[in-house]
């Protein structure tokens, strides 16, 4: 079960706003993009609501 969670671990992005955005725009300049599709795991709305609120706030910061 640890594995399994490790590995799932591996393919996301987990951090502060200013971390994820700088693994983000890392990955899309990577990749050649310029847009990302974002989820965010939380047990609630109102949680999940103010981490895309965060993010975007770090995304949209220069």
Known sequence: MRAEFDEMLESMIVGSASFCRAEILRLCKSFGTHEAGIVTVTHGFE???ASYEHL???LLAK
């Open 47 to 49: 949680d999940r609501l």
């Open 56 to 58: 975007a706030q770090a």
